[in-house]
């Protein structure tokens, strides 16, 4: 549960079990325009970044953190994740937004940071590219492409 009321309470936050809950990808948005001191923590591959694209955020000056959750190509939990983000972060009442493909390794990431002892870690619902639609492709339905949210291709 995040103890940063300014978020759950100004920001729509579905709660969610061992991290502070769940935003929309529109609601990360709001959340990193209007507290300068969020932080968009994208978890996918080195991979997907360079193929797929990243979340850009230079309209609210800033860049989203990269740190790979699973490293590719073993997909293997990232031994040093934690370590890795807490020497980055030293403050941790940083509101910490996680983004992965579709929301799963990000609700792993938001988890081990709140074990970590960061109050505000939240999950960006439904991820970079959302779920697969009808015709089995991601990116059209929900997450933030979908959404309509900045992005570019490396």
Do not use: H
């Not at 990243?54 to 293997?76: C, I, T």
């Amino acid at each position: 549960m995040s103890k940063d009321n300014k978020i759950t309470d100004t920001f729509e936050v579905s709660p969610a079990a061992g991290y502070a809950g769940d935003v929309t990808p529109a609601a990360a948005w709001k959340i990193l325009g209007e507290r300068k001191d969020a932080i968009l923590i994208d978890v996918r591959t080195r991979a997907e970044w360079n193929y797929v694209g990243v979340p850009d955020l230079a309209s609210l000056d800033k860049k989203p953190g990269l740190v790979e959750w699973q490293l590719f190509p073993s997909m293997q939990v990232n031994p040093d994740f934690v370590g890795a983000l807490s020497e980055a972060l030293a403050d941790k009442t940083t509101p910490l937004l996680f983004l992965c493909r579709s929301g799963v390794r990000s609700v792993a990431a938001a988890k081990a940071m709140s074990a970590a002892g960061y109050s505000t870690c939240l999950n960006v619902a439904d991820g970079f590219e959302g779920p697969l639609d009808a015709q089995g492709k991601r990116g059209a339905t929900r997450g933030w492409k979908a959404a309509g949210l900045p992005w570019r291709q490396t």
